[in-house]
């Protein structure tokens, strides 16, 4: 949702992570690469608060490859441990430094500085979001009981989105390739779309997407 939240979520390992880096570079891109994937063109800045940089460039560098892209190409990277809305404003003065207009949140669960279950620490981190006054693409996990097609913790995450998506993965044991598939399960904007899937084909250093058939 162009300027607007957009929560992701789905289960552990299930490559939420990889499908933020293939939506980065294709903000990153004067062109639809991967077909039907055609968002704005603009900068984008992740924010990790789960990982480090050394394995969230490593990861990059591998899809850039698969995209037959430059190593070059630019990511630019935030390692975050202080909740959202504690550090909007060293954010915002990034995001007007580098003319961000895409920011990708890696997770809720830690970027809400609380129990994810509480209205008030996901109310701030909307707000916070808000604040920021650019597209966000917020990576959340599953419920508690993983039944009910929404992200885990407060409803107030599914109100307050503009937009969700579940993730979904198929991977045979020893298998190097990967499929995801993406249920659109609200839209606050207009329609809900077709179910997307991505095909992911690892090799040593490198990760082939491509867009399939659910």
């Not at 070059?72 to 995001?95: G, H, K, N, V």
């Not at 707000?127 to 917020?138: D, G």
Request: some cysteine; glycine content about 8%; aromatic content about 10%.
């Amino acid at each position: 949702a162009d300027g607007q939240p957009t929560v992701l979520f789905g289960d552990g390992g299930v490559g939420k992570s990889l499908v933020a880096e293939i939506m980065i570079l294709c903000v990153g891109l004067p062109y639809d690469d991967l077909k039907g994937w055609n968002p704005t063109y603009g900068r984008s800045l992740y924010l990790d608060y789960e990982t480090d940089e050394e394995t969230v460039t490593r990861r990059f560098r591998h899809l850039c490859k698969g995209l037959d892209l430059p190593n070059s190409f630019p990511l630019d990277y935030r390692f975050c441990y202080r909740a959202l809305y504690d550090d909007t404003d060293s954010l915002q003065e990034i995001i007007t430094e580098r003319n961000i207009r895409f920011v990708v949140i890696d997770s809720i669960g830690v970027a809400c500085g609380g129990e994810p279950e509480s209205a008030e620490n996901t109310i701030k981190l909307f707000t916070a979001v808000r604040s920021l006054k650019v597209s966000a693409l917020l990576i959340d996990h599953v419920s508690k009981h993983g039944t009910d097609n929404k992200p885990f913790g407060s409803v107030y995450k599914y109100n307050i989105a503009r937009s969700v998506w579940e993730a979904r993965r198929t991977q045979e044991t020893g298998d190097k390739e990967i499929a995801i598939a993406l249920y659109h399960r609200k839209n606050n904007l207009g329609p809900l779309y077709d179910a997307m899937g991505l095909k992911l084909e690892f090799d040593q250093d490198s990760i082939h997407p491509r867009v399939m058939d659910v």
